[in-house]
């Protein structure tokens, strides 16, 4: 268990509807990245988010949002949603602003959405 | 932008034998670091072993080493006494050590134990 917990573990939903995944971070750290998962596909960065603030923003589609809240856990909206947008999604935390050698990021179980 | 390639979807191996799976990047960066994540069908992404690129001694984790070859662009995995556990879908990532708060993935590599 990594400490990351991610809800929903499923989901289900209808082309044009909008979804709302949700992060808790391990204890302590400030850092929550999201990163989805393609069928066949490595993930891809979406954004990176510190103490509350966004901090970098990868290919992230207009379409989806993210906040991150006072207590630290964060929100993955995703809106107008299409076939394509069906994948894993997860989110990693760590403890400090930066990654380095001795500060590793910690993944969730991931939320797999599935548009139908 | 790095890129990461992962040309085996899928690998097989015998219980206890040994198995490499290959991974090779593209950057123009002088520092960074590279890593093996294993997939299991929990989904939970594991930190297998890692490596950073200044280090020129590969690394090792039990039955697990790396084989980095950085003029090559090259880091390999090899899986020592394979077990049914090991399993899953690997991935090699790649992570800037200047603005290293992005994992780079590749598409991934499916490996099966066969007892």
């Known amino acids: 268990d990594s400490g990351v917990t991610q809800t929903p573990k499923h989901l289900i939903t209808a082309t044009g509807q909008r979804v709302t995944l949700r992060c808790s971070p391990r204890s302590g750290d400030l850092s929550v990245y999201w990163y989805q998962q393609s069928l066949d596909q490595g993930l891809q960065f979406l954004i990176h988010?510190?103490?509350?603030?966004?901090?970098a923003k990868g290919n992230i589609l207009e379409r989806f949002s993210a906040q991150q809240f006072p207590d630290l856990h964060s929100e993955l909206n995703l809106s107008s949603l299409e076939l394509g947008d069906s994948a894993l999604y997860f989110c990693?935390?760590?403890?400090?602003?930066?990654?380095?050698?001795?500060?590793?990021?910690?993944f969730g179980q991931g939320t797999r959405l599935t548009v139908v | 932008a790095q890129t990461v390639t992962q040309s085996q979807p899928e690998m097989s191996v015998q219980e206890a034998e040994t198995v490499t799976l290959s991974c090779t990047y593209d950057t123009s960066e002088s520092d960074y670091y590279l890593f093996w994540y294993k997939q299991p069908p929990s989904r939970q992404m594991i930190l297998v072993i890692r490596?950073?690129?200044?280090?020129?001694q590969n690394a090792t984790e039990n039955r697990f080493s790396v084989n980095f070859q950085k003029a090559a662009k090259s880091f390999s995995l090899k899986i020592s006494d394979s077990q049914l556990g090991d399993a899953a879908m690997y991935f090699c990532?790649?992570?800037?050590?200047?603005?290293?708060?992005?994992?780079?993935f590749g598409t991934g590599t499916s490996l099966t134990v066969i007892p």
């Open positions: 988010y510190y103490n509350g603030e966004e901090r």
């Open positions: 990532a790649y992570r800037s050590a200047d603005t290293g708060n992005q994992f780079y």
């Open positions: 490596q950073e690129a200044y280090k020129q």
């Open positions: 990693a935390s760590s403890s400090g602003l930066t990654l380095d050698m001795n500060t590793e990021a910690f």
